[in-house]
């Protein structure tokens, strides 16, 4: 059974940093690839980072402020976020899609549950 369990978010100033982490129970780290989707109000859902066909795909608008890495002996994954805009503000969700993955975000079919980043004045 695959489960993940989102955390790290809250309110930041625009320019600070944030990190989120998702620790992923019961998680064949051979068998799945992991990723980072967000979802502003009144927005489509949007693929933050995502690993497809073996490349590690991040969103142009994050591209050199946002990173994804994980630490596989705490079974846990994490975004990076560095230079928070307006913009970035949503709802930040990681996934899982067991491999092989051609395209994002097909087979992305585990989610959590979600952590609210909201970047203001």
């Known amino acids: 059974e695959v489960q993940l369990v989102e955390s790290g978010g809250g309110p930041v100033q625009p320019g600070g940093s944030l990190r989120l982490s998702c620790e992923h129970l019961?998680?064949?780290?051979?068998?799945?690839?992991e990723g980072w989707f967000r979802q502003a109000l009144g927005k489509k859902r949007e693929a933050v980072f995502c690993?497809?066909?073996?490349?590690?795909l991040y969103l142009d608008s994050v591209k050199g402020r946002f990173t994804s890495y994980t630490d596989n002996a705490k079974n846990t994954a994490y975004l990076q976020m560095n230079n928070l805009r307006p913009e970035d503000t949503g709802v930040y969700y990681c996934?899982?899609?067991?491999?092989?993955?051609?395209?994002?975000?097909?087979?992305?079919?585990?989610w959590g549950r979600g952590t609210q980043v909201t970047v203001s004045s």
């Open positions: 019961r998680f064949p780290d051979d068998a799945y690839v």
């Open positions: 690993v497809a066909d073996g490349d590690a």
């Open positions: 996934a899982a899609a067991p491999n092989p993955v051609e395209h994002c975000p097909e087979k992305y079919n585990y």
